[in-house]
């Protein structure tokens, strides 16, 4: 039994990612196929899952950012509340993690479990980024008093769309399983293209989630206008309304490296967004790093209490927003 049959059976979620790698550079793993000089030609060289050697200088300053957008969401989670984001907070680690590993691959290009633990963390982290803007909408429609304009109610929201996450999760687990316990490369293909299914259905969700989103705000704009505009008189980085466009934010930079990676995955592995390390920063990692810091200046803990908008605020303001009538003075 090889060291790779071995890790695919004891550990199935690295077996997942496996499907990654082009046939020939599974060969060379298994110690089928002679591996040249990692530097001489890495665009050709089959032992190198990236096809470029990896750039230390822009893996470190992406790092750094990530790390750092985490290190400060830790902070605002302890000093503002909104433990419910915590599923983006350790989402940034993660992704923060996969993009250090990043820096070992350069030093060892054909690190076959180095490439596999970096793509584990980069392709995983985004899941968790989703998750987190699942839940946040829902909470932003219960606070403004305004959960009726969603298409789905906010708890179903949460546990519908997480549980698509799961599902769509363990269908590329069951495509890389399928991939990476045969050698035969006609059910290695059967095994990337389950794979490329679950991320598109993945996708998927996603965009679905965004339209609720998009028609939730739109809903509470043309039927609320009292709701819409109860922060008018604040700052306009205190309105709530804020938020909600930090929200559309974070789902475009999702949606944009969302698609990205399911494009790069129909491609193959060799294919020109696969072996692109310019794409890789700036279809993947530098929407997802605007999708996260974008909520260092608006974190939801700052805006959303446990008591509704409407009941914070005073009777005269209840009046004035129309939700009483003005006492008789005489």
Known sequence: ??????????????????????????????????????????????????????????????????????????????????????????????????IALRIGLHFQPQGTGLYIAEYLFVVLSPCAFIAATYVLLGRLAAYIDCDKYLAVRPRRITIAFVTSDVVTFLVQAAGGG???????????????????????????????????LLLFLYRVYTRRQEIWNIDSNKAWYNDWRALGCALVISCIGILIRSVFRTVELSE??????????????????????????????????????????????????????????QPDSG
Not at 31 to 48: A, E, H, I, S
Not at 268 to 285: I, M
Not at 292 to 308: D, E, K, L
């Open 268 to 325: 193959g592995f060799a294919g020109p967004l696969a072996t692109s390390e310019k794409l890789f920063y700036c279809l993947d990692t530098l929407p997802l790093f605007i999708a996260i810091s974008v909520f260092i200046p608006f974190w939801p803990g700052r805006f959303i209490t446990p008591t509704p908008i409407t009941k914070e605020r005073s009777p005269q303001a209840s009046i004035e927003l129309g939700h009483g009538k």
């Open 178 to 212: 399928v991939s990476a316990s045969s050698r035969d490369l006609h059910t290695n293909e059967i095994g990337s293209n389950i794979f490329l299914a679950g991320l598109a259905a993945q996708l998927l969700s996603f965009v679905v989630f965004t339209i609720i």
């Open 1 to 98: 039994m090889t060291v790779c049959s071995t890790v695919s059976r004891r550990f199935p979620i690295v077996a997942a990612f496996s499907l990654f790698l082009h046939p020939t550079f599974v060969l060379a793993a298994r110690g089928d196929f002679p591996c040249p000089d990692p530097y001489l030609d890495p665009r050709n060289d089959f032992c190198n899952p990236l096809r470029y050697i990896s750039n230390t200088t822009i893996s470190g300053i992406a790092f750094a950012l990530v790390l750092t957008v985490g290190l400060i969401q830790t902070w605002l989670t302890y000093k503002r509340g909104a433990k419910y984001m915590l599923a983006m907070v350790i989402g940034c680690y993660t992704f923060a993690l996969g």
